[in-house]
């Protein structure tokens, strides 16, 4: 897939484009579904593009703490959408600035310069500045660029909404079956093995510290069934148990994600890998004593087993 970091307005495009307008952020049900109208309207001549934006508007204009994390990353949007058919993904740096562009101005100034065929996008979209404008209004303007506009209606799940906003509370209240119904696949994060305490190695549980994930939300603390795989051309899976949270019983400082791996051995330092959120077996908790907590994990994975059919 081809990536164009977009700070003001895009370059110029001579190959006909359809578009979809989007942060795309987790991938979920709902923008699938505007993924599928452009393969549906798009022909042997066009090119499938995304134009995205790097922040959501309530962090960078709001401060929102909320919105400052993600679902997924500019690389895992990258791979989703390559998969999806997606050949050009217009990384747009979302600013203060930015968010002053006005619907005329962005469509006639910014759109205008990427030869649209077809723009589309989800029912609820609002654009320019102050959100000035919504989906009928980019329809119009659009007209003057001599590019149609596809307003597909949002996926609904149980009567509400399918949304980014209702996928991130999940994962924040460590409800992993819900943010799977929503994904249409497992909550998953991607980073790289790295070297740590090796405290789970002296209590008879190695675990993989997964690093480098600061930009995704943070799944609830707790003890999760999962699954790890590794990231190469032949991925392989583990059914794994998770921890995930500031381990208390052990003093713990700071957020981590550790994965121990079932019925595995091997060394995976500073290897890519993706783990995945199946469901929430248990929160954190602050053991008394180092004895109780060995004796909780070797219940979890027994909890786990016997879930799994192992």
């Known amino acids: 897939m081809e990536m164009i970091e977009v700070q003001g307005q895009p370059p110029h495009n001579s190959e006909p484009v359809v578009l979809i307008i989007g942060k795309m952020d987790g991938v979920h049900l709902g923008h699938q579904s505007l993924l599928q109208e452009a393969e549906r309207l798009a022909t042997e001549e066009d090119k499938i593009a995304v134009y995205g934006f790097s922040d959501h508007p309530k962090w960078v204009l709001r401060g929102d703490e909320s919105f400052k994390y993600s679902l997924s990353t500019i690389e895992d949007r990258q791979t ?33 310069r990427l030869n649209v065929r077809h723009v589309i996008v989800g029912e609820d979209f609002r654009f320019g500045k102050g959100r000035g404008s919504d989906a009928e209004g980019l329809a119009e303007l659009c007209q003057q660029i001599g590019a149609g506009v596809s307003i597909v209606p949002g996926v609904q799940l149980h009567d509400r909404k399918v949304s980014s906003t209702d996928i991130r509370t999940h994962v924040t209240q460590g409800r992993m079956e819900a943010a799977q119904a929503m994904l249409g696949r497992p909550f998953e994060i991607t980073g790289v093995v790295e070297k740590g305490e090796q405290l789970g190695r002296q209590l008879g549980f190695p675990t993989l510290n997964v690093g480098g994930i600061d930009e995704y939300v943070k799944v609830k603390p707790g003890v999760y069934l999962g699954l790890v795989k590794k990231v190469q051309e032949a991925p392989e899976y583990y059914y794994t148990l998770i921890s995930a949270g500031y381990r208390p019983t052990v003093n713990g400082d700071s957020y981590k994600v550790e994965a121990y791996l079932l019925d595995f051995s091997g060394d995976l330092y500073d290897q890519k890998v993706t783990v995945q959120f199946l469901r929430h077996m248990r929160d954190e908790e602050n053991f008394d004593g180092m004895d109780a907590l060995i004796e909780q994990m070797h219940q979890d994975e027994k909890n786990a087993r016997a879930i799994l059919g192992l």
């Not at 997606?86 to 469509?107: G, I, L, N, Q, W």
Request: proline share 3%; hydrophobic share 30%.
């Open 80 to 112: 989703r959408l390559e998969q999806f058919g997606v050949d050009r993904y217009y990384h747009v740096h979302f600013t203060k600035e930015y968010a002053k562009t006005s619907p005329e101005e962005f469509v006639l100034q910014h759109l205008n």
